[in-house]
């Protein structure tokens, strides 16, 4: 479990959140909980970008607005929060799976190609993650 994970993990004991041992899928409540957060702090980071949501909340509409530095960054380090902290409500250390997912996306590299608008595309030699592996190495059981 990596640092940040732990601290996380901590501010989540405190708040009186659930943080399981082993992997597993949180009651509706706290999956509610997460996805809020998550879409929250998205949203604000997308902001401080300089962009707004279309309103069919779908598409980012590129329009130039202000852009903020330092909400960037608190946006980012909230992000960070949230989605490490989602993985705590799932019982998940991430830190396996990042390395994994790191691991694959660095497999696009090999024979792949940069699409017109910067996305890279992943060619033959792309390996997926394992993530099913890495959470079964972790004691999930897939119940």
């Known amino acids: 479990m990596t640092n940040e994970q732990k ?17 597993i899928l949180p009651r509706l409540e706290v999956r509610k909980l997460r996805a809020r957060l998550i879409f929250e702090e998205a949203m604000e980071t997308i902001n401080a970008l300089g962009f707004r949501l279309l309103p069919d909340s779908t598409k980012i509409d590129f ?61 033959p030699a792309y390996s997926p993650p394992n993530i099913k592996a890495e959470l079964i190495k972790q004691g999930y059981t897939g119940a």
Do not use: Y
């Open 7 to 23: 601290q996380v993990r901590q501010f989540m004991r405190l708040a009186q959140q659930a943080t399981p041992d082993l992997p």
């Open 63 to 123: 329009v130039e607005a202000t852009a903020d530095i330092v909400e960037i960054a608190d946006g980012c380090a909230d992000l960070m929060v949230v989605t490490i902290g989602t993985a705590i409500a799932c019982g998940i250390d991430l830190d396996p799976i990042f390395q994994e997912v790191h691991r694959s996306n660095m497999s696009k590299f090999i024979d792949g190609h940069r699409r017109e608008d910067g996305k890279w595309i992943k060619g």
